[in-house]
């Protein structure tokens, strides 16, 4: 049979090329013609377009390349099923674990690793090579996996490619005549390469190729436009430019301008056809992006002409579907997603990860939190809280909690642990999520139940897979079953789905065309993007393997290329969108293409269309608001500045008490009001001197920390933990002294048994006071850092030369629980008595004086002065409690640190040699000592019938919250 050399239709973009392609193929179709389109999701909208052109086809068929190699091998003697891409990580793992590896013995541990492997593989075997043109690991983990696809019987996708084209190419059986037609390719495979030479010598070969000689747009097309053009033998077509006829004349002007030489001066207007966004951070760019779609679906534009087009959806996939759900504009992404990255993925794995892995509470309560496990919202809320509030995190102490809490097994869980092989477990678990969420009628038709739909589907494909594995010998555990469901991947939505936006990337933007366009993420950066490097392939092989078709075109030559594309897909509007600045307010540097399109056109005119959005505009003008939510917000931000055009807006919708309530939201009166809080405090006569302390930091943070008595869901080793140990250590110490070594102060003769006291208090606290179930980690770190402390206060206490000696502990005042001479508590005044428990009085052993010692677990203590200016009453109240209620004469107060230099300050009466030896600038003569004391019950009554009486402000000390707050979001204050 003669050649028929091929046929090549080249040209720039919307010349005419696919146009004239499908014409021609439709004259063909009494000769059953074969149209090769890029994907299987252009092949239902090729098919609408041609029965635009024809009443109805009854001849002919579309497909993928890969369509026609599958037709190819179909009546092959010798063909072999294909291994799906979870078959190959499994036979990839199985290579690897046979293989004898020098230089990537340890990376071949990790999970990459195959598929680093898969993806070297897949371009040695598209580029036909065998594992002996190769050498080292990569042609021994090559061989390898060779070695097991032959041991099962199967192909990859690759192979039966290669086979395809090699059974063309010999058999004269293959093909009967039928004329081939494709189009919207730009890199063909070596197998792709070998088909078309191999169809140019049975049939007529028709190859349309977006491609003009010289122009930089095209560069990365230039080899294969070379070898299609020697294979053509001069049978080319190249049609001339035809933008203008169906795109309005800046769009026609930008296709043959962008990336070339011509000047700025021959632009046509842009009259808007060309405009551009710049917001700050992905949200503020993708919500211009949002408004404009809205005024655009207003104005009558179908939603389906409107196209998104993104260089990963991947990286803008969460903020779009953020932005345009809050504006509720009707989209759809046009790709694939792994599984795990839906709701319906995230919850099953999350499940089988605490079943069979180890998992702990976040993975168990991650999945219980879904609709898909059954359990009401309110009943996980409860039960987690309850563990988390415990710290328990082991799996088999979060089981046991839960299920007793639950009052019943998790059935989800016993399906996982129980079921006969995990296959069995994974096909029940997802149906049974289904039946959860949705009941046994039928599933609804929201977009959120389709998504579901998909990935149940997904997942049913993927145990397909795997059993047929299992038939051809395999092997299959938990973890395989895991991992090949975080690789599966689904279609997230159906591609030209009508009446909603499309969402794409640079790639599949290529055959598609829209009414307008908005090309988002022109940062530096994002795009060109950066190619990751193989780590079996590098560019010297690549280049020594030229031949096998390996070498790739320059990365920002490609970029270039699939920008210009998704330029020219617009016919009425392209909108180029960039962040101008992170979400922290950093600049961003643009898109070198970005600035390609704007030196094409005339810089003012360019200014003219260009519309930004600051980090600072956190609302839409009122008149310009997308939405009823952000005309709201708009209206409560208008409100500071003209307050009655706010009303008056507000009046006009309805919105009166949102306005009010968003006007108040950080300028609340704090006064105590209500009748039932008002009663509770206004009874009150007793108050706590750490609450007068509170009170006296901040009278709000009192109300808060004190009264609302916010409370962490999260159990943690934190300062008070550490505290209450201390004190309970110490208290044991202390008081077991007399009876375990016959002496009540620790001196250095003692020292040693003293310590040996010590650390068994230690070790009776934290094994009995310590609640929480802390990790390894976290007891270690407990007991080895307040071990490491409380033995240096005894030692620091040991070489005290202080003859007062510790007589009495944990001394309580003012409650029910104290000794009956110290139930009434101090008396303030007024009507009000102070509560509290003093930690230690050391008594002269000689006379009936003392001082009154608080522990302080971290470093700060506070001096006398601190205690005047900082109002911390503690010290000066306890040393009355000692004169008025226990009996004892007051000789001062010291606060005691049990952490870093483990310095006693406070205040000391001048002239008690009882006491020397501490800091000189803490005595105070007895007329300031006792004034300093009354002064302190002062202000103690002042803060309690201010309490009584409600009267709560936003009162910080200095005036200024300090950074160490977290209150401030319940106060309302505005912050820097």
Request: hydrophobic share 40%; net charge negative; charged share 30%.
């Amino acid at each position: 049979m003669g050649r028929m050399p091929l046929t090549l239709l080249a040209g720039p973009a919307n010349a005419g090329k696919v146009e004239l392609l499908l014409d021609r193929y439709l004259d063909s179709l009494e000769r059953e013609p074969v149209l090769i389109v890029p994907n299987r999701s252009d092949v239902e909208r090729v098919e609408r377009d041609l029965l635009r052109r024809t009443p109805v086809l009854l001849a002919g068929r579309i497909g993928t390349f890969d369509d026609l190699f599958e037709r190819l091998v179909r009546e092959d003697p010798d063909t072999r099923p294909v291994a799906t891409d979870a078959q190959r990580v499994l036979i990839a793992r199985r290579a690897i674990a046979r293989a004898k590896l020098n230089g990537l013995g340890r990376s071949a541990r990790f999970g990459g690793f195959a598929d680093a492997l898969l993806a070297a593989v897949s371009e040695l075997e598209s580029g036909l090579l065998d594992p002996a043109e190769l050498e080292g690991d990569l042609a021994r983990l090559y061989a390898g996996y060779r070695e097991e696809l032959d041991a099962l019987g199967l192909w990859d996708r690759d192979l039966q490619r290669r086979r395809g084209a090699e059974r063309l190419a010999g058999d004269l059986g293959a093909w009967h005549g039928e004329p081939v037609f494709a189009y919207g390719f730009e890199d063909l495979t070596g197998a792709e390469w070998a088909l078309l030479e191999a169809l140019a010598g049975r049939t007529d070969v028709t190859v349309s190729l977006p491609y003009e000689p010289g122009r930089a747009a095209f560069a990365s097309l230039a080899g294969t436009a070379e070898d299609l053009a020697a294979l053509a033998s001069g049978r080319i077509e190249e049609l001339p430019p035809r933008s203008g006829e169906v795109a309005r004349p800046a769009l026609a002007y930008l296709e043959r301008a962008l990336f070339g030489p011509a000047a700025p001066g021959e632009a046509p207007p842009l009259e808007g056809a060309i405009r551009y966004f710049e917001g700050a951070g992905p949200r503020g760019a993708l919500e211009l992006v949002g408004e404009e779609i809205l005024g655009l679906l207003g104005a009558g534009t179908p939603p389906e002409r409107i196209g998104v087009v993104c260089p990963s959806l991947e990286r803008l996939r969460a903020p779009l579907d953020t932005a345009f759900g809050s504006l509720g504009i009707p989209h759809g992404f046009e790709g694939r997603v792994r599984l795990a990255q839906t709701p319906f993925g995230q919850a099953l794995l999350a499940l089988l990860r605490f079943a069979w892995l180890g998992g702990g509470r976040r993975e168990l309560f991650a999945f219980l939190r879904t609709p898909f496990s059954g359990l009401p919202r309110t009943r996980v809320d409860f039960i987690e809280g309850r563990l988390r509030g415990r710290a328990i995190h082991t799996p088999e102490r979060v089981l046991e909690e839960t299920e007793s809490l639950n009052e019943g097994p998790l059935v989800a869980l016993e399906l996982a642990k129980t079921a006969a092989t995990p296959l069995e477990a994974v096909r029940g678990l997802a149906a049974s999520m289904l039946r959860a969420a949705y009941g046994l009628d039928a599933v609804g038709a929201g977009e959120t139940s389709r998504q579901d739909l998909r990935a149940y589907d997904a997942v049913a494909r993927l145990a397909g897979e795997l059993e047929d594995w299992i038939a051809l010998g395999g092997t299959l555990e938990r973890d395989d079953v895991v991992s090949a469901l975080e690789r599966a991947t689904m279609l997230l939505a159906t591609p030209a789905e009508p009446g909603h936006v499309a969402v794409l990337d640079l790639l599949r933007a290529r055959t598609r065309r829209f009414d307008v366009v908005f090309v988002v993420g022109l940062e530096e950066g994002s795009l060109p993007r950066r190619e990751p490097a193989s780590p079996f392939l590098d560019e010297d092989q690549r280049r020594a393997l030229a031949s096998a078709r390996l070498q790739r075109p320059d990365q920002v030559s490609r970029e270039r290329y699939l920008f210009y594309t998704a330029c020219t897909r617009a016919l009425e509007r392209l909108y180029l969108v960039r962040e101008a600045a992170t979400d922290e307010g950093s600049p961003r540097e643009p898109s070198p293409f970005w600035d390609e399109v704007r030196a094409v056109f005339p810089a003012d005119d360019t200014a003219r269309w260009t519309r930004r959005r600051a980090l600072s505009a956190l609302t839409w003008p009122v008149e310009t608001a997308p939405s009823e939510r952000e005309r709201l917000r708009a209206v409560a931000a208008l409100w500071p500045v003209g307050p009655g055009a706010a009303e008056a807006l507000a009046a006009g919708n309805g919105w009166e008490r949102r306005l009010d309530r968003a006007r108040r939201a950080f300028d609340r009166p704090t006064r105590l009001v209500n009748p039932a809080v008002h009663a509770w405090v206004g009874t009150r006569t007793t108050f706590g001197v750490t609450e007068l302390e509170r009170f006296a930091d901040c009278s709000s943070a009192w109300l808060f920390e004190r009264v609302v008595d916010p409370k962490t869901i999260d159990a943690e080793v934190d300062a008070m933990l550490r505290g209450q140990v201390a004190h309970q250590v110490l208290f044991k110490f202390y008081s077991g002294l007399p009876k375990e070594l016959g002496c009540e102060q620790v001196s250095e003769p003692v020292l040693d048994d003293a310590l040996r006291f010590l650390r068994a208090c230690f070790d009776d606290a934290v094994r009995g006071g310590v609640r929480l179930e802390l990790t390894e980690l976290q007891r270690r770190e407990l007991e080895g850092s307040l071990w490491r402390d409380l033995e240096q206060f005894v030692r620091a206490e040991a070489r005290s030369e202080l003859p007062l000696v510790p007589r009495r502990f944990e001394v309580s005042f003012g409650s029910e629980r104290s000794a009956p001479e110290l139930q009434r508590g101090l008396d303030l005044g007024g009507g009000l008595s102070l509560s509290g428990k003093i930690d230690r009085i050391d008594l002269d052993p000689h006379s009936a004086s003392g001082i009154v010692q608080d522990y302080k677990s971290g470093k700060s203590v506070h001096s006398a002065a601190q205690i005047e200016s900082e109002l911390r009453l503690q010290i000066p109240l306890y040393m009355l409690v000692l004169r008025d209620l226990v009996g004892i004469e007051p000789l001062g107060g010291l606060y005691r640190a049990l952490a870093g230099e483990r310095k006693a300050r406070g205040v000391l009466r001048a002239g008690e040699e009882t006491v020397a030896g501490l800091n000189r600038n803490d005595y105070l003569d007895d007329e300031a000592f006792w004034a300093l004391t009354e002064r302190a019950r002062d202000h103690a009554r002042g803060f309690g019938e201010r309490i009584r009486q409600g009267d709560v402000h936003h009162d910080p000390k200095g005036n200024e919250c300090p950074s160490w707050c977290d209150l401030w979001p319940m106060c309302r204050v505005r912050r820097a």
